[in-house]
């Protein structure tokens, strides 16, 4: 074997693909972990644990076909729903486009909420909004690409440990719960709207996947990268988010659920109660490390999901002919546009953050069929040849398909009859 052969398949190229997978990683671990799977835990103690692995394990499959498709074509996925049709097109921007302003809003809010740990002043939520716009979009137009690669892996390394940390302590502990105490039941009706909500976000949404197909078509500027090591970037990224899911549930189940205490359910005043209870249970030290690590998860999410929708809008409105070129520019016009809409909707819906933020999560999981669809049916066009799907693959799509569509039915039904 020759040195370039080693050298494309050895550990240095792994880690020089590194970026896609982990720009996923940071944009999945901020709502459906901080907030979702810390309630979970902490409502329901350990119960909650095999369906997050579910929902991981189901929706893997359309994550991992943006990446082969990527790699296998050497064009997004974008360019893909075209060439199926433009309607598949027009049908992705429309989604994308509420999803895009309705989940910016999302995770501003709760990194704000977080962000008035460190500063040594009081700020109403709608000035620390601003100011985290601020940062995110002076980072995003100063180096693109290049810089959200690097920060986005020194966030998921600081953010890996300090949430280990914070769990052993918590272990150490040990459970807040009596041991005879017996927690609610998820399996009600009561309870659909929040496991709804749970999975909406776990570990992202899928429009998130041709995200990351952009993220990938980038990093590919920088050197070639082959299929083996650009899906152990994807697998490195996605089930290192699922292993910290399990672990927030932990926290929450160990530090709060059977503690006595009810859980608020807003996503803003839970990051805060949160790191509250925390500071009771193991001490008021712990208080900077747990708003820490929160605090990595929200800003680590919000600079991704900035990057990563106007990403996405602006390749599909040059591919509509809306625009002429996705260049610098038009990037940067969409960027702006993105965080001025979210931001507006923060000010408009001011009065009622936390159920906004609840329809964001609840909104991306009835999405999350249609957008599993697009990518499966992407794929089964090249059934039989080389860049076509295994049967293995084919069965874990059509399980998650079924699961996905399935649940979000019998959420639609409950949402108008039975709530």
Known sequence: MSHSDLSSTGLRAKLAALGPGILLATAAIGGSHIVASTQAGALFGWQLAWLILLVNVLKYPFFRFAVEYTLNHGENLLVGYQRKGRWYLRGFVLLNLIAAVVNTAGVLLLTASLLKYFLPWSLSLPVLCLLLLAVCLAILLAGQYKLLDQVSKWIMVLLTITTLVAAFIAWQNGPAAPVDYVGPSPWTLAALGFLVALMGWMPAPIEVSAINSLWLQQKQQQGSISKANGLFDLNLGYWSTTVLALVFLALGALVQFGSGQPIELAGAAYTEQFVGMYASTIGDWSTLLVAGVAFLCMFGTTITVLDGYARTLNESMTLLGVQKNANQRSYSYWLMAQAAAGFAVILFFKSALGPMLTFAMSLAFVTTPVFAWLNFSLMQQY?????????????????????????????????????
């Open 383 to 419: 059934k039989g040849t080389a860049h076509g799907i295994s049967k293995a693959m084919q069965w874990w799509s059509w399980l998650g398909l079924t699961y996905l569509f399935g649940f979000a039915l019998l959420f639609v039904i409950w949402w108008f009859i039975g709530r």
